[in-house]
């Protein structure tokens, strides 16, 4: 087994040294490379020294000098300038300003046309709407509401109710601003004395409702005196409450002008205790 082995590598040794004889014979020597490489390097060189060459190159100069002769030329005319005054300037400065208006807002903002809004939205101050307001929820409004047209309500409208503060020498006297809500709650326990002065610190507000209700002391009995140059009521009399301790009187008020809030009252709607 082993010499037919030994000369199997054999013959492949011998065909592995005619392979590498031929090889060395077809390869360049380093003094080929030499020469080839230099005289690649001379016809480039004559090509870079040759008149058409050079032709080229002052050709190119000659136009790239009139282009930026003629760019100068453009940039330096009247035309351009009187574009640049009257045209550019304002309009990169009306550009500045817009952006500038645009960064000074700190919220967000409408535009006109229509806007989609999301989440909470809260408006301090007065609201105008002329046309359509469409609500799907509640809505807070810290102010005025001003609707031209008509106004529809599906749900509950619930009014605000402010308790009325007794003021003055002996907390005698109650100060109703009729701008804060339409329902009123006076309790005449803090009253010292035998009569309560109802005023408005304000003129009268024309085309408003309000109601105050009005509960007596538990332990004695307060008549009420309203301002004569705010309120009016039927033959010109004050109105008399229910002379009950812990009695309750709804008074209801309107005003059709400036002149005075027109009141009438409902007497004794104390709850009955079973």
């Known amino acids: 087994m082993f010499l037919p082995f ?24 380093q003094a080929e490379l030499e020469a080839t490489a230099s005289t690649l390097q001379t016809n480039i060189n004559k090509k870079l020294d040759s008149a058409s060459f050079d032709t080229f190159s ?10 930026d002769s003629r760019i100068d030329t ?36 409408a ?14 101050g007065d609201v105008t ?3 359509s307001f469409v609500t799907s929820g509640s809505a807070d409004i810290t102010g005025s509401l001003n609707v031209s047209g008509s106004s529809r309500y599906v749900g509950r409208l619930q009014g605000n109710v402010v308790q009325v503060v007794n003021t003055g020498t002996n907390a005698n006297t109650a100060s109703l601003e009729t701008l804060d809500g339409h329902f009123y709650r006076l309790d005449l326990n ?12 304000n003129t009268v507000v024309e085309g408003l409702t309000w109601t105050l209700k009005v509960r007596q002391p538990n332990t004695s009995y307060v ?16 109105p008399i409450t229910t002379p009950i301790n812990g009695a309750v009187d709804i008074i209801t008020f309107v005003s059709f002008d400036n002149e005075a809030y027109y009141g009438n009252i409902t007497k004794d709607l104390t709850p009955q205790i079973v």
């Open 223 to 238: 008549t009420l005196q309203f301002a004569s140059e705010s309120f009016e009521f039927p033959r010109l009399t004050q």
């Open 129 to 131: 709407i002329s046309g």
């Open 58 to 67: 002052a050709s190119y100069d000659i136009d790239s000098a009139s282009f």
């Open 190 to 201: 803090q009253v010292t004395g035998s009569t309560c002065r109802i005023e408005i610190p």
């Open 111 to 124: 535009t006109t046309g229509s806007n989609l809004f999301f989440g909470s939205q809260s408006i301090d």
């Open 6 to 29: 030994s000369s199997s590598v054999s013959t492949e040794i011998i065909a592995l040294q005619d392979f590498s004889s031929s090889l060395v014979l077809d390869f360049v020597t």
């Open 74 to 109: 453009k940039l330096d005319s009247a035309s351009f300038n009187n574009w640049t005054s009257s045209e550019y300037i304002p309009f990169s400065a009306s550009i500045v300003e817009r952006v500038d208006d645009l960064a000074s807002f700190t919220g967000s903002y």
